[in-house]
């Protein structure tokens, strides 16, 4: 296949075509420069890197029924709150059989990675990796202890299946919890990750110290919080329709503008379906609607590469040849690519993607 159009990647978006065999990059050059010689099937359309959901919670896809209005605490809270609950009245195989639905629907979607935050404790690591196998998505587990205090048997078994630990937040934890989960995450070589500024703000020396290496939400932060997170160099997952069910959203506008690291996920799998073409045209749009705009170029790049960087990988995200990237075709107009893929794309307009989703979806 050789595509005429454009290219999105790290590097930027540039008019480009793209030659695919086995759903690899094998020829990327200046439009009307292809050695095919009318050999190869020609699609319009934009190459992008498979993107990555950098923020999921996939066990709530065990739920079927519509949650019920309330505060956050209530819904999603770590202790004894709706999901809590829920979780635990599902069985192992409910929860095993949803989660791999869901995974199977993101890799139609051409998602490579989710980065999940994993409750349960070991359990529920190793189930979501049963879940995963044969999916076509990689999960990057960042699992939870259950005990608290934080047991240090626990947790060293914890690390030796997940890839770090993710926490609920600094108002739920306590610092010598934060600071020992900090701790063993660093000796082993995991990420260390937690919420911030959810539902309230909360002050930025609170989930900064100890140092983490993502912070999820911010949506109640500050200009000056916002600041501070970037002085630190943390990087920061946003999720803008979950945030919209509980009447807030992250200033993704202010984050483009101080230079933030952001990666877009798309939390609660029992609130909404983990798209993250969804995701891209929900955080678009509502931006706009509360006067705070973010551009296309800053989303695309939250879905497409920030993610690679903070997963160490940064050559998935380029489209070149000898790249380990999957590449993604989409049938849209080249023109603006930035634009096109933070509002335009669904699961039908991505027509191939890499080994063992090499196939047009409709």
């Known amino acids: 296949m050789l595509i005429d159009g454009a290219i999105l990647d790290i ?48 066990g709530d896809s065990v739920s079927v029924r519509e949650p019920p209005i309330g505060p956050v605490e209530t819904l999603v809270g770590p202790r004894e709150s709706y999901k809590v609950r829920l979780l635990r009245e599902s069985s192992r195989e409910e929860k095993l059989r949803a989660m791999r639905e869901v995974l199977l629907r993101m890799s139609r979607e051409g998602i490579a990675v989710a980065i999940d935050f994993r409750e349960e404790g070991r359990a529920g690591v190793e189930l979501l990796r049963a879940a995963a196998r044969a999916t076509g998505v990689r999960t990057f587990v960042l699992g939870r202890p259950l005990a608290r205090p934080v047991e240090p048997a626990e947790l060293s078994g914890l690390l030796d299946i997940a890839d770090g630990i993710g926490l609920s937040s600094a108002r739920d934890e306590t610092r010598p919890t934060r600071e020992a989960v900090a701790r063993a995450c660093r000796a082993r070589g995991k990420r260390y990750a937690l919420h911030a500024s959810e539902a309230r703000r909360e002050p930025p020396e609170s989930y900064l110290d100890p140092r983490p290496d993502l912070l999820v939400h911010l949506a109640k932060a500050t200009a000056d919080d916002l ?68 551009s296309a170029p800053f989303l695309a790049r939250a879905a497409l590469v920030e993610p690679w960087l903070w997963l160490g990988e940064p050559e998935r995200a380029r489209i070149a040849p000898g790249s380990p990237a999957t590449p993604l075709v989409l049938r849209l107009p080249p023109d603006d690519p930035a634009y096109q893929v933070a509002t335009r794309v669904t699961e039908q307009l991505i027509v191939r993607g890499g080994p063992g989703r090499s196939r047009r979806l409709r």
Request: with cysteine.
């Open 227 to 294: 600041a501070a997170v970037r002085h630190e160099g943390v990087s920061v997952a946003v999720c803008p329709r979950s945030n919209a069910l509980f009447g807030r959203q992250p200033d993704l506008g202010r984050m483009e503008r101080i230079g933030l690291s952001v990666l877009l996920g798309t939390d609660n799998a029992m609130f909404h379906a983990p798209s993250i073409w969804a995701e891209l045209q929900f955080a678009y749009v509502a931006s706009r609607l509360c006067g705070r705009p973010v």
């Open 11 to 58: 590097d930027g978006p540039r008019p480009a075509y793209v030659r695919l065999r086995g759903g690899k990059v094998v020829e990327v050059g200046a439009r009307g420069t292809d050695s095919s010689r009318g050999r190869d099937r020609r699609v319009r359309g934009i190459v992008v890197p498979s993107p990555v959901n950098a923020h999921t919670h996939l």
